[in-house]
């Protein structure tokens, strides 16, 4: 049975996490097949918007195997954090938008699976945070970068210096998430961001998302500059005049993402 589901339909494509009777922990199989749908994702037209959650309906992901970890020599272990944020890397340069369908719990690198999201939707009985510290670790899959550019240094401090571990609704004050819903309606509110997104030029999308992580970490000016040349690509794209063309003719476009 595959640790990792991947399932496209209407340009969604759906990263699924199969090990629900580990409550989805991460062993490093399950980091290498992730790591391989990660890339068969990042050069697919067709799926033009992906949404990762676990299954079943109790965890999205409670981050490290620690039975796994039990067994591991130094070695495998800087082996394991180092796949472990080089995939969640590759997650956050994804040039399609995605979402995390935050199902139920999502724990340390769970949690920072749903950080590396450009969107995180959650059910509301979630719960949620980097426990790392109470493990005698720290987060180590971009959980101390990631949050602390999300939510601030000193409220991203207090959440890992005390492992503790909030609520859904905690998580959305503090701007973690996009969204909380309940869990007969999760897949469906993902789907309905997703389908907002499709409905708009694909080319245009994936610049607009690399000139906005590009710049989010330099200067005004350096960002500017990215922004210049993320719009040069779009100027020769036919989907550009195809939504010019559209306008004069009164219907909707009908991008093709070239």
Known sequence: MKNIILEEKNGIAYVTINRPEVLNCFNYDTLVELGDVVGELYSSHEARVIIFTGAGNKAFSAGADLKERRSLTESEV???????????????????????????????????????????????????????????????????????????????????????????????????????????????????????????????????????QLGAEVDIVTGLEIEAKAYEVTIPSKDRLEALAAFNEKRKPVFTGK
């Open 78 to 212: 800087r082996r394991n954090v180092r796949k472990i944020r080089d995939v969640f890397q590759e997650i956050a340069n994804l040039p399609q938008p995605t979402i995390a369908a935050v199902n139920g719990f999502a724990f340390g690198g769970g949690f920072e699976l749903l950080l590396a999201c450009d969107f995180r939707i959650s059910v509301e009985q979630a719960t949620m945070g980097l426990t790392e510290v109470s493990w005698g670790i720290i987060p180590g899959a971009g959980g101390t970068q990631r949050l602390t550019r999300l939510i601030g240094e000193m409220k991203a401090k207090e959440l890992i210096f005390t492992a503790r571990k909030i609520s859904a609704y905690e998580a959305y004050n503090c701007g973690i998430l996009t969204k909380v819903v309940s869990q007969n309606s999760l897949m469906v509110t993902c789907e309905k961001l997703a389908n907002e997104i499709l409905q708009n030029a694909p080319i245009a999308i994936r610049q607009a998302k690399l000139a906005i």
